[in-house]
C-alpha cells in the first residue's frame, strides 16, 4: 500500500536525484515522496532557497491516488511555510511531455534560456502562490 511520506527527505531526494538526471547535490533542500513496498514511486525536491525563491523537482513513476495530496503538500510546505512568492522549474525543451504534465500543475511559461541544456534549450516555467489551485485546507492540516 502506497503511503505519503515527508520525513525522509534524503531517501526521497536521492530517487528524484536518480529520476531527473541531478549529479550534484541538493544543497539546502526538502523532499517529499510517496513510498510503495520501501520504494519510492513518487517524489518532489525543493531546493536553492533564495528568499523569494526556490526551484523544484518532480519525478514520478507511478500513478496513484496520493499524487494530489503530495503536490498539496509541497506546496503548502513551499508558500506557507516557507514562505515563498514562486516556484521555479526548469526543463529541458525536447521533453514536451514533461512541460505540458508540470503546466498541467499549474506552472506557467515565463523564459527559454537558448542552448543552456546538453542538447535543447531550457524552459523556465513559474508556479505563483496566487494561481495554485493545490493550496487547499486539507495541506494546511497536514504536519510537515
Keep these: 500500500m502506497a503511503q505519503l511520506v515527508l520525513d525522509q527527505k534524503d531517501?526521497?531526494?536521492?530517487?528524484?536525484?536518480?529520476?531527473?538526471?541531478?549529479?550534484?547535490?541538493?544543497g539546502d533542500f526538502n523532499a517529499f515522496g510517496i513510498v510503495e513496498n520501501d520504494e519510492v514511486i513518487a517524489g518532489v525536491v525543493i531546493h536553492n532557497y533564495?528568499?523569494?525563491?526556490?526551484?523544484?523537482?518532480?519525478?514520478?513513476?507511478?500513478?496513484?491516488?496520493l499524487?494530489?495530496?503530495l503536490f498539496k503538500c509541497f506546496v503548502h510546505y513551499s508558500f506557507n511555510v516557507?514562505?515563498?512568492k514562486?516556484?521555479?522549474?526548469l526543463l529541458p525543451t525536447n521533453k514536451p511531455k514533461v512541460i505540458n504534465?508540470?503546466?498541467?500543475?499549474?506552472?506557467?511559461?515565463?523564459?527559454?534560456?537558448?542552448?543552456?541544456?546538453k542538447a535543447s534549450d531550457i524552459q523556465g516555467l513559474v508556479m505563483?502562490?496566487?494561481?495554485?489551485?493545490?493550496?487547499?485546507?486539507?495541506?494546511?492540516?497536514?504536519r510537515l
Excluded: Y
Excluded at 514562486?86 to 522549474?89: C, G, I, K, V
Design 128 to 142: 505563483w502562490p496566487s494561481k495554485c489551485r493545490w493550496l487547499t485546507q486539507e495541506a494546511k492540516n497536514v
Design 101 to 117: 504534465f508540470v503546466k498541467h500543475l499549474g506552472f506557467e511559461e515565463e523564459f527559454v534560456m537558448k542552448d543552456a541544456g
Design 67 to 69: 499524487l494530489p495530496t
Design 11 to 26: 531517501k526521497i531526494g536521492d530517487w528524484v536525484a536518480i529520476q531527473v538526471g541531478q549529479k550534484t547535490t541538493w
Design 50 to 65: 533564495a528568499g523569494s525563491n526556490a526551484f523544484c523537482h518532480i519525478a514520478i513513476f507511478k500513478k496513484t491516488k
Design 86 to 89: 514562486r516556484l521555479t522549474a
Design 82 to 84: 516557507c514562505k515563498l
